[in-house]
Nanobody
Framework: QVQLAESGGGLVQPGGSLRLSCAAS????????MGWYRRAPGKQRELVAT???????NYADFVKGRFTISRDNAKNTVYLQMNSLKPEDTAVYYC???????????????WGQGTQVTVSS
């Protein structure tokens, strides 16, 4: 069994910063890619940023230049540094681990439970 544990959400003023963390635990042999998605009230879940185990990154246009994704492969942990936050960044942020290969030989995707980020004055 694989679990994703997210942390770092909270309330921040516009222009402020937050750092999200997501640690994957369990019988993990490898993780192909990790990333962050978000769902704002009344909207569908959308991609924020992803990073492969080789370090290649992909960002949604609305976060380019403001958010930075990074990863510690040894710790199976992904981070999202969020700067210059805007009220429209308010959402529940979900961690994703894609194509997780366990020692049992199984491969599948996993999701975290989500962490609330609220940007408001």
């Amino acid at each position: 069994q694989v679990q994703l544990a997210e942390s770092g959400g909270g309330l921040v003023q516009p222009g402020g910063s937050l750092r999200l963390s997501c640690a994957a635990s369990g019988s993990i042999f490898s993780i192909n890619a990790m990333g962050w998605y978000r769902r704002a009230p009344g909207k569908q879940r959308e991609l924020v940023a992803t990073i492969t185990n080789g370090g290649s990154t992909n960002y949604a246009d609305f976060v380019k230049g403001r958010f930075t994704i990074s990863r510690d492969n040894a710790k199976n942990t992904v981070y999202l540094q969020m700067n210059s936050l805007k009220p429209e960044d308010t959402a529940v942020y979900y961690c994703n681990a894609a194509r997780v290969l366990t020692y049992s030989g199984r491969s599948r995707d996993y999701w975290g439970q989500g962490t609330q980020v609220t940007v408001s004055s």
